[in-house]
């Protein structure tokens, strides 16, 4: 993309594209594969919602594209405006164009390329009340995505990610977040760099195991922050993970399910943690 990069970043820029072939396009569509994430540091949100959600949030777009039919909408035109302001691009762009960005038959009208935002692990100081997950290699994006929707709707703090974990920045990720990929700090770090950091950790360090001994409802969650670590879908916890924590806990099955899926346990988790922290009133 960096050839184009001065193209793009010049601020108040709205051009109409209906090629496919146009370079600026092709960078855009690249951004399906990882490498290219990667490499420019970008990914793709689909739908006003999330925009609004990511320019709400303070994130940073590089480009807006939106359907001709998306002329003359309010909504559209003033994301627009949102985006020129912020020195993004504005692409005006044929159904068929977003249909290919975003490999959907149906797309959303408006497209966001955002940049990707993760936080440092020696940055996460969690307080008393707070707490975080750490995934351990979650391979799966639709898990994960519903994993940070789950962490925005209890109130957790963020999302450690450990190993080699699926990308949080896919589409089927960012799909799966609806919107919480915005509202949640996502850590990347490798399991000796986290084993490190555990070992400063002030508060208590809960593991979810099959093997786990303890009844995840007979913990008391309320002294000081709780990191909360859930193992790969496939292996589970490894021992050196498992061993580190303070407690390992287990979420008690009927019927025939091996285990939970990890997203649901999460879920389970987190609700129970965080149960008297979220009193049934409504929201501001
Ligand atoms: N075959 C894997 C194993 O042996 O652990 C199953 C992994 S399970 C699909 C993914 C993760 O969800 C587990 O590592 C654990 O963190 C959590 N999990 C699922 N069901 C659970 C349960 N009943 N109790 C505690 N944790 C559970």
């Known amino acids: 993309m960096s050839g184009h990069e001065n193209e793009r970043r010049r601020p108040?820029?709205?051009?109409?594209?209906?090629?496919?072939?146009?370079?600026?396009?092709?960078?855009?569509?690249?951004?399906?594969?990882?490498?290219?994430?990667?490499?420019?540091?970008?990914?793709?949100?689909?739908?006003?919602?999330?925009?609004?959600?990511?320019?709400?949030a303070g994130w940073t777009i590089r480009t807006l594209l939106y359907a001709k039919a998306g002329r003359g909408n309010e909504a559209v035109e003033r994301l627009a405006a949102r985006t020129v302001a912020s020195g993004g691009l504005v692409l005006i762009v044929s159904e068929k164009v977003l249909s290919t960005i975003t490999k959907r038959d149906n797309p959303q009208m408006v497209v966001g390329v955002f940049e990707q935002k993760t936080v440092k692990l020696e940055t996460v100081k969690?307080?008393?009340?707070?707490?975080?997950?750490?995934?351990?290699?979650?391979?799966d994006p639709g898990n994960l995505g519903t994993v940070l929707r789950t962490v925005d709707a209890v109130g957790a703090k963020g999302v450690i990610l450990v190993g080699d974990c699926t990308d949080p920045f896919s589409f089927e990720t960012v799909r799966a977040t609806m919107g919480s990929i915005f509202a949640v700090p996502i850590v990347r770090t490798g399991e000796e760099a986290f084993l490190a950091w555990r070992k400063g950790f002030a508060g208590r360090v809960v593991g979810t195991h099959l093997k786990g001994s303890v009844d995840y409802r007979t913990v008391d969650y309320k002294k000081g922050p709780v990191l909360l670590l859930m193992g790969n879908e496939q292996q589970g916890l490894p021992d050196q993970l498992a061993e580190s924590c303070d407690t390992l806990v287990r979420i008690p099955q009927a019927g025939r399910a091996d285990s939970l899926n990890l997203a649901v346990a999460t879920g389970v988790m987190l609700y129970e943690i965080r149960r008297e922290a979220l009193p049934l009133e409504e929201r501001a």
């Open 12 to 56: 108040g820029q709205v051009k109409e594209v209906t090629s496919l072939t146009n370079p600026i396009i092709k960078d855009i569509r690249a951004l399906a594969q990882k490498k290219y994430r990667d490499r420019e540091h970008a990914f793709i949100a689909e739908g006003q919602k999330l925009v609004i959600d990511a320019f709400d």
């Open 126 to 139: 969690p307080a008393d009340g707070d707490v975080w997950v750490a995934l351990d290699r979650v391979r």
